[in-house]
């Protein structure tokens, strides 16, 4: 059974940093892209950002060059640091494994999620 488990959020303040991570057990990640989603109440699940198995990343407009996304493929686990956090960060975040080595997008592009770990921005 594949479990991936997040860790590492919490509350911080403007401007502060948190790094997320997540562990997967249960399969390989070989071959597979993996990403981080949010989700804020009312909203849909959004993505943040993805890295493939070869390491290429990509991120939504938001975060770029204040979040970075990177995994260890030896250790299964899967990061999200996030630098110069806003407000509009606050989410519950999740990690996914995907259906394909390429990063897609949509949440249909992945097949394993994570509970999800919140993160709150205060000032």
């Known amino acids: 059974q594949v479990q991936l488990v997040e860790s590492g959020g919490g509350l911080v303040q403007v401007g502060g940093s948190l790094r997320l991570s997540c562990a997967a057990s249960?399969?390989?990640?070989?071959?597979?892209?993996m990403a981080w989603f949010r989700q804020t109440p009312g909203k849909e699940r959004e993505f943040v950002a993805g890295i493939s198995w070869t390491y290429t990343t990509d991120y939504t407009d938001s975060v770029k060059g204040r979040f970075t996304i990177s995994r260890d493929n030896a250790k299964n686990t899967l990061y999200l640091q996030m630098n110069s956090l806003k407000f509009e960060d606050t989410a519950v975040y999740y990690c996914?494994?995907?259906?394909?080595?390429?990063?897609?997008?949509?949440?249909?592009?992945?097949?394993?999620w994570g509970q999800g770990t919140q993160v709150t921005i205060s000032s």
């Open positions: 249960g399969r390989t990640l070989s071959g597979s892209a």
């Open positions: 996914a494994i995907g259906r394909s080595p390429i990063p897609g997008m949509r949440n249909e592009d992945y097949g394993y």
